[in-house]
């Protein structure tokens, strides 16, 4: 079928107009750029929406990302040139946000200039970058609404002067739809996207809380095993406790000491760091993981824990021992035990995060919902930028929106898995470090004799 296209015509008189020419290029200009524009905005390019997509080409790096020996990894977006492109955005870009605030990041964080940063680096947002396909595929449609809209619908050149419609007929008709629609459905669609943050915040936030107990618990625990070590009765009269005879605290080795608290803390660090393993992706964590376990504990207790089917669980059942090899009374190592409670419900609070998503037909449904209304916007938006030349502000307008929104959701979808984002590695350091140093102060037995025996004589009256 020829479509009826009304050409520009020349003749005598035209050739004497000195505006003629000018005119003309301008006409044929504008023709161009329409039609190369509806065959790009109808070209299948966008991988947003594709049922089946071409992945991304990217020439793989060369080098791999090298970790420390305890793959502590540092924060902020790889600064090694051969680092993979895949870390700089998505999936391999997670182990970055790990941030661990100071001091000096909170008066970075509360600067004045920060908006001036954030504005900086707006093209280096990984949740921008995150949801380009999407914003392409928005920016497509608004580009061919722009584009079919002038060749039905005619168009002005950059002098000012209005051209009849390039493509006639009664089936070329401007399209568009009413703002009215959207506007309607607005609220509907910012409550949703409202839900599906408050959510996903939660549950990072539920994630950190988890590893605060296991930070707070730990302490508690070494300080205890350390205050109570070798306290099988009571040390201040040798009177009789819960009705069974108790003797005085006795003489201390200290080897063995320093040996049986070592095992505590060792054991509180191998739980915390098993459980970081079993929170975290294997071909991240495996490797190192195994490398920190031997290198710390000895063959037979890193052997039983990395075979262990469920490692946290062996690793907890390992400081039971240890504790029950304390030589205290057993009401003290029941509160000692109460510690390793509280670890299993903050293991289990975590796996059920992990395992346990936002329902996936919450998500499915508010994903459809911003796609489809961010499609069609578009159609609505083409009226409303009248005041622009050709309507064309509707184009970057729509791809504003759609980074807006988009990111929201993308936000939501990031913060949903708060375990790859959580510094965990830097928890496990920590609490191992903390609880050596504990271990390692004097405790019951350790002090000097005079200093013992003046602080009973001070205490002695009170009790």
Known sequence: MTLPIKFFHTDDSNATDPLF?????????????????????????????????????IKPSTSSHQRTNKSALFMGPPTDPSAPATDLYGEGSRKYRRTVYTHDQWVKHRSPDRFVNNLSTLFNSGIYKNVGKEVVATTSVAIFVWAWNLLVGGYQDLSGVAHDPIIQGEW????????????????????????RTNSSYKRWDEARKFWGLNINHT??????????????????????FMGAPSSKAQAIDPAERQYLLGQISLMTWAFVRSMKRHLS?????EEDYIAEMKSRLSPEQAEAIISAVHRPNRALYDLSVAIEKLPMHFLRKDELNKNLSIFEDTLGGCERLL?????????????????????????????????????IMMIPATAFISVSLFGIEELATQLEEPF????????????????????????????????????????????
Not at 179 to 192: C, D, R
Not at 229 to 234: A, Q, V
């Open 281 to 285: 992706p294997p071909d991240e964590d």
């Open 219 to 240: 302490r508690d625990l070494n300080r205890m095993a350390t205050a109570w070590y070798g306290n099988e009765g009571d040390p201040w009269d040798g009177t009789e």
């Open 21 to 57: 020419f000018q005119r003309y290029y301008n006409t044929m200009l504008f023709r161009y750029m329409a039609a190369f524009a509806v065959l790009a905005a109808a070209a299948p390019t966008c991988e947003g929406f594709s049922t089946n997509p071409t992945p991304l080409a």
């Open 172 to 195: 070329a008709k401007i399209v568009g739809l009413p703002l009215q629609a959207f506007t309607t459905v607005s609220p509907s669609l910012g409550l949703l996207l409202a839900f």
């Open 355 to 391: 395992s346990s998503p936002i329902p996936l037909f919450y998500s499915r449904h508010t994903a459809r919902f911003l796609s489809t209304w961010l499609l069609l916007l578009p159609f609505a938006l083409y009226g409303q930028f009248g005041d622009s030349w050709n309507h």
């Open 420 to 463: 790859t984002i959580l510094p965990m590695q830097g928890f496990c350091d920590k609490i191992g470090g903390w609880c050596d140093e504990i271990t390692s102060w004097a405790g019951q037995g350790q002090e000097a004799e005079e200093a013992v025996q003046a602080n009973i004589a001070e205490i002695a009256p009170s009790r």
